[in-house]
């Protein structure tokens, strides 16, 4: 069975040892962590990720209330329940103080040993439940992620089959200019460019909207580690995010293979890579 992890937190230790005692001696199979002030659970907190805290409400660097409310203001540990104790500040005003800043529960000094055991299964037990929710919704967000890359690819699949198609359709209408008048030339060089116009204004368009709902904030990122990027340059590391080769890059932006190695050189220049680094793996970690 996985040891339940406490973290006790106090400025005197010869208390923080009789808590220590009072949990041995209860035989619970928990993991002990202990620190003289705030800013030293702080330290723990992020290290252990403990299922409980216990704190004093007064001790030196770094009070009780300021602990809970820097644990409450990350994200990592602030689903970790946090209990109270104090033997001075027992007001009602002193007791929604802590509670509004993140406190579940309270203890009053001198503790009781019964008191401390049964608040703690019941701490514990909020904890197991908190971490229980957490991990479902993980697992739902996870799902629902994986469901959306799937969707993304699939789309660009369709359109890099449809502009293939598509590059054929062109090369056949340009093969009856020879056969046509001035007019109908121009109708033909009109029907190449509104389809090239309407690929880019819509196709890419929606498969961008794809991308952003499965790669949140990337390009947020990527602005705000490369600002110099062209658009056009971001339109390639948008692909390259995907593990996209040169040859399905250029067939997406109706461009040529050497055309998209020039720009992706430039990319990497621009991102300061030596040459042994791969600029598809570093847009991935981005």
């Given at each position: 069975?996985?040891?339940?992890?406490?973290?006790?937190?106090?400025?005197?230790?010869?208390?923080?040892?009789?808590?220590?005692?009072?949990?041995?001696?209860?035989?619970?199979p928990y993991e002990l962590y202990q620190a003289l002030n705030g800013e030293t659970a702080l330290r723990v907190v992020k290290e252990v990720?403990?299922?409980?805290?216990?704190?004093?409400?007064?001790?030196?660097?770094?009070?009780?209330?300021?602990?809970?409310?820097?644990?409450?203001?990350?994200?990592?540990?602030?689903?970790?329940?946090?209990?109270?104790?104090?033997?001075?500040?027992?007001?009602?005003?002193?007791?929604?103080?802590?509670?509004?800043?993140?406190?579940?529960?309270?203890?009053?000094?001198?503790?009781?040993?019964?008191?401390?055991?049964?608040?703690?299964?019941?701490?514990?037990?909020?904890?197991?439940?908190?971490?229980?929710?957490?991990?479902?919704?993980?697992?739902?967000?996870?799902?629902?992620?994986?469901?959306?890359?799937?969707?993304?690819?699939?789309?660009?699949?369709?359109?890099?089959?449809?502009?293939?198609?598509?590059?054929?359709?062109?090369?056949?209408?340009?093969?009856?200019?020879?056969?046509?008048?001035?007019?109908?030339?121009?109708?033909?060089?009109?029907?190449?460019?509104?389809?090239?116009?309407?690929?880019?204004?819509?196709?890419?368009?929606?498969?961008?909207?794809?991308?952003?709902?499965?790669?949140?904030?990337?390009?947020?990122?990527?602005?705000?580690?490369?600002?110099?990027?062209?658009?056009?340059?971001?339109?390639?590391?948008?692909?390259?995010?995907?593990?996209?080769?040169?040859?399905?890059?250029?067939?997406?932006?109706?461009?040529?293979?050497?055309?998209?190695?020039?720009?992706?050189?430039?990319?990497?220049?621009?991102?300061?890579?030596?040459?042994?680094?791969?600029?598809?793996g570093y847009i991935a970690g981005i």
């Amino acid at each position: 069975m996985k040891k339940q992890k406490i973290l006790i937190v106090d400025d005197e230790p010869a208390l923080l040892e009789g808590i220590v005692n009072y949990y041995i001696e209860s035989h619970e199979p928990y993991e002990l962590y202990q620190a003289l002030n705030g800013e030293t659970a702080l330290r723990v907190v992020k290290e252990v990720m403990p299922d409980l805290v216990l704190t004093d409400w007064d001790m030196p660097v770094m009070d009780g209330l300021q602990l809970i409310a820097k644990m409450k203001a990350s994200k990592v540990c602030c689903d970790i329940p946090v209990v109270m104790m104090t033997g001075f500040m027992l007001s009602a005003y002193d007791l929604r103080t802590a509670m509004s800043v993140g406190a579940v529960d309270y203890i009053r000094k001198p503790i009781d040993k019964i008191e401390l055991l049964a608040r703690t299964k019941s701490m514990l037990r909020i904890s197991s439940a908190n971490k229980t929710i957490r991990q479902q919704e993980e697992d739902r967000l996870n799902t629902e992620l994986d469901h959306h890359k799937k969707e993304l690819a699939i789309a660009a699949l369709h359109l890099a089959n449809y502009q293939k198609r598509n590059e054929e359709i062109l090369v056949e209408i340009k093969r009856l200019i020879p056969y046509i008048n001035k007019e109908g030339m121009e109708i033909v060089r009109k029907i190449v460019s509104d389809n090239k116009s309407n690929y880019e204004n819509d196709f890419l368009n929606i498969f961008e909207t794809q991308f952003k709902d499965v790669h949140t904030d990337f390009y947020e990122r990527l602005d705000e580690k490369h600002p110099e990027l062209t658009s056009t340059e971001k339109k390639i590391c948008t692909f390259l995010k995907m593990n996209m080769n040169t040859k399905e890059i250029a067939m997406l932006l109706l461009s040529t293979p050497a055309s998209i190695e020039v720009t992706r050189a430039r990319i990497r220049k621009k991102f300061n890579l030596d040459h042994h680094e791969s600029l598809t793996g570093y847009i991935a970690g981005i």
